[in-house]
């Protein structure tokens, strides 16, 4: 049974008293943060009381829209604190309240034809010089999709679909290791240029684009510190394209992805240089969906070829040749419970620098790929990645109802090439001298929807055990485990 919607407005006065407690310790308290504060717990206590049998609060029935027009959005809240920080120079402890406010809307002009425009605000507080905050984190005031939408049926079949995007749109492929609609970060990717989707039927898939990566801005430190609005761009200098098949019931009843991606990247001058990537990245992947009772497993292996440069510095115009690769692999067994438990053993390999004296370069390029799945939150933490990594473990999940889910995880982390920075870490030992294994990482997650479909609360933390890479490598700063916490809440309308 729900909480009455006084019970509830009494626990959100709570959190967000807490929340200005915190704002006036730091002396960063903002007007329009308070404002959004009280706004915030307004809307929580009008959705809470217009919670009924008829399921939840959505913003289309408030405003009673016509059938042609949609509205919907998402506004999430988190804490999150970061001890024993692990990257150098920066404080030893950090911390941010961030906040994402998402807010779409389609126009239905005709049958199969629309236009689709989403907005995305997302800012940080209790961020300071020494802060790790990024533009992973901050993008103030963006448009983040605006496309004309157009589905087609019966093109080159019969009982055939494809659906064309034109403009600025985001995208989800396949396992979302390479190219994904970031979900845990607080900002997310997007791209402008054409996607095309074809269906056959249930069985077959083919999706290709050709796009203009879009790059979030500002990226200088002021910027990012002050939630400063400055719209993002996409730049003909940076090309991202490809095609990615899918064929359901392919091999032993396994689904079967295959896909080929291309980016191109030249420098700007006097605007941004850049590492001057020429990737090619053909993959494949297989995947057994998980059912209770039965073993199930995932495999993805990723090659990738081409050129880049060492460094993004205007005098290095020397071009190495990309020989990189990625490998994952997942088998899983859902035990038959009134939890629904998963036992999952996971591997994943990306490699790294061999060497920084030769013409080669054969560090593994993620793309566009959220490492949140794998290796743990990112934001200001964000310690584990698809770079120069062996990494192996253990995830339990659980899910006894429609409301609460979660899992905790064990990693053991190895350095593939001991002379190559580690993961995401910026740890290196350019002499090899300081061993491969860099340590473990512990992690849980946990959500509940207090309100089905309408709030979701998250709580999760995750640790790094350091040894001997991290604890003797001669740039760590020596300042323990790191530490990460946070909580978070997101109300959907």
Known sequence: MLHTGKSWSQSFDCLFTHMNKLY????????CIKLLSVLLLSLLSSLVLAQSDD???RADQALDTPDWFSISGEQRTRYSHLSNQFRRVLDNNDQAISLRTLLRMDVRLDQGVKLVTELQDSRAYLTDQ????????VNAAELLQAHMALGMQDVFRDGDRLDLNMGRFTM???GRRLVARNRFRNTIQNY???YADWRSGEQSRLRTFFTLPVSRL??????ILNNKVKFDEEDSDLLFWGAFFERQQALFGA???VYFFGLNESDDPGDQETRNRQLSTPGFRLLQTPRTGRWDYEFENVLQLGERRASILPRDTEDLDVFAHFHHAAIGYSFKSDWNWRLTAELDYASGEESTSDDDANRFDSLFGPRRTEFGPTGIYGILGRENIISSGLRLRFK????????ISWRANWLDEKTDFFARSGVRDPLGQSGSFAGHQIEFRTRYWVIPDQIRYEVGAAVFLERRFLRTAPNVNENGNPLFVYTDISFFF
């Open 255 to 257: 689904t079967l992805e």
């Open 24 to 31: 006036r310790k730091h002396h960063r308290v903002n007007g």
């Open 55 to 57: 399921g939840p609060w």
């Open 218 to 223: 500002p990226f200088d430190r002021d910027g």
């Open 192 to 194: 402008t240029g054409l």
């Open 130 to 137: 020494n802060s790790a905050a990024s533009t992973i984190v």
């Open 400 to 407: 006894p109802d429609s409301r609460l889910d979660g899992y």
């Open 172 to 174: 989800d492929l396949g």
